[in-house]
């Protein structure tokens, strides 16, 4: 199995500021990291960077996080998913709820600790 530091990570987030927390983060981990402003970003790069895992947002503009996780995962249904939320709820079920719902392997609350993300991404590539 190719070393787990070597595995490609596509960060989707419309908050550039917190896009480069997480890159910076995966990148300190010595990930290869692509990032996407958008899902609609997300979804095409998903088709050319071919990453292992998407680690994306769930409230973005003109694409949110779930139809950005069925695009991705219907363009390769082995990419694993980690869908993260500062909050929100539609019908009393939380994104995040719905986000595993629809394919997504993990998900992380925002604001977390960069191990926890780590944490998740080692979960999800060994599961």
Do not use: Y
């Not at 392997?105 to 960069?114: A, G, I, N, R, T």
């Amino acid at each position: 199995m190719e070393a787990m530091s070597q595995k490609k990570i596509l960060v989707i987030d419309d908050d550039d500021f917190v896009r480069g927390m997480i890159c910076n983060a995966l990148r300190k981990e010595n990930f290869l990291v692509e990032e996407a402003h958008n899902g609609n970003e997300g979804v095409q790069k998903s088709r050319s960077f071919k990453p292992a895992v998407v680690i994306t947002d769930m409230l973005m503009p003109d694409k949110e996080g779930i139809e950005t996780i069925l695009e991705i995962k219907a363009v390769n249904k082995d990419i694993k998913i980690i869908a993260m939320s500062g909050g929100g709820s539609s019908k009393n079920m939380t994104f995040l709820e719905m986000a595993k719902k629809v394919g997504a392997e993990q998900v992380l609350s925002k604001p977390f600790k960069p191990s926890a993300m780590i944490e998740a991404i080692r979960s999800v590539l060994t599961s």
